[in-house]
């Protein structure tokens, strides 16, 4: 479908015209209309799918036509970190080129001098503030921001913020809100907590649902099957074989083995950096900013990053653990061969992870090539999976037994007393 078929606006049309935008993709497709008639909605659609765009171009044409003052803020869109912030700030900048429609990306771990520049333009008056929780609160909990006339509220990247730890400060922020508004919510993924939160902040809502794509053809993807303590030293050996500069991204399932792959690393003379949620927003943009600029060519980070970051350049894309499921695994490895570049993906699969890949296999509907591994590391496991399946589910079931067990022991005759000595009586 083109753009031209839809409802909008001639001076909105002629700015999509200008950044070349045609055909609308899949997700634009089925949620502009919906949007367009007022409904709420719920929208599950991974990154790179043009989601952005699918709710923006609804709000800047009905911001075109609505009546309001002219120093009240009309939407409101919710990110998890400051570049999706920023990136979305400067689509709404291109989309409304021809429009009378101010944005403002309103973002925390700043200077002064920014908090000052924010306050300004927010004095002025804006029709979009599109800002992280954290730093929105704060303007609230200050009365620096009236929220008082939103018609239009945005989640995106829900289960994002959700993991992040950001549910109580959008259900503040939710409660500044008037009650009467369209609200939006998009996820990649759509776990039951996001479901429950649609339950409490929507009306009604419609409901698209786009399948997750298979990842880029453009990455070659292969596996090592190793040990645990074999993938320091793996991943000593795959940068050997890396040119000089070539960015390297690798993905642990917990800030916990974040922060210990990275003392490998270092360990082994590595030029490397962390990012995971333990971090201060200042933190988190140093960080971003030194793998980005070159200045440290590795970044071991937690899923924080796996969404959502646009960094064309990284040649390779190391999973040092399995990810909790297929969704995860796409968008870990298409944080490669972007632009049309090609990439790399390399993922460790232990014993303990190997029914998990098997999985990531079948969502795929292909064989992962299985690499070899090195001679000098030696022999890895086997690659067996439905055995390490049974070998888990028998493993879960005795704990399970042990602590019904020792709860039925307890619950029968409380916590065994130490015999302190004496005589026992026979009676």
Known sequence: MKFEELDLEEELLDGLWAMN?????????????????????????????????????????????????????????????????????????????????????????????????????????????????????SYIKLGLIDLSQVKYFILDEADRMLDMGFIDDIMLIIKELPTKRQTMLFSATMPSKIRELAKKIMYQPKEIRLAVSKPNENIDQSVYICYERQKPELVNILFSSMQTGEKVLIFASSKIKVKEVRRILKRLNLSVIEMH??????????????????????????????????????????????????????????????????GRAVTFVSEQDQYKFLQIERFLEKEVVKNTLPGKLGEGPPYQPQKARRSRFVNKVKSENKKATTRGRNKKSGPRKPFKGGTRSKT
């Open 21 to 137: 935008f045609r055909e609308c993709t899949p997700v634009q497709e089925l949620a502009i209309p919906v949007l367009l008639e007022g409904n709420d909605l719920i929208g599950c659609a991974q990154t790179g799918t043009g989601k952005t765009a699918a709710y923006l171009l609804p709000i800047l044409n009905n911001l075109v036509l609505d009546k309001h003052a002219h120093d009240a803020i009309r939407a409101v869109i919710m990110v998890p970190t400051r570049e999706l912030a920023q990136q979305i700030d400067q689509q709404v900048e291109g989309f409304a080129y021809y429009l009378p429609v101010s944005s403002i990306a309103v973002y925390g771990g700043n200077d002064g001098m920014v908090w000052e520049q924010q306050k300004k333009s927010l004095d002025m008056g804006v029709d979009i503030v599109i800002a992280t929780p954290g730093r929105l609160l």
């Open 277 to 342: 949620s333990d971090l201060e927003q200042a933190e988190r943009e140093k960080v971003m900013l030194s793998f980005k600029t070159g200045k440290v060519n590795i970044l071991v980070a937690t899923d924080i990053v796996s969404r959502g970051i646009d960094i064309d350049d990284i040649a390779l894309v190391i999973n040092y653990d399995v990810p909790h499921d297929p969704e995860d695994y796409v968008h870990r490895i298409g944080r490669t061969a972007r632009a049309g570049e090609k």
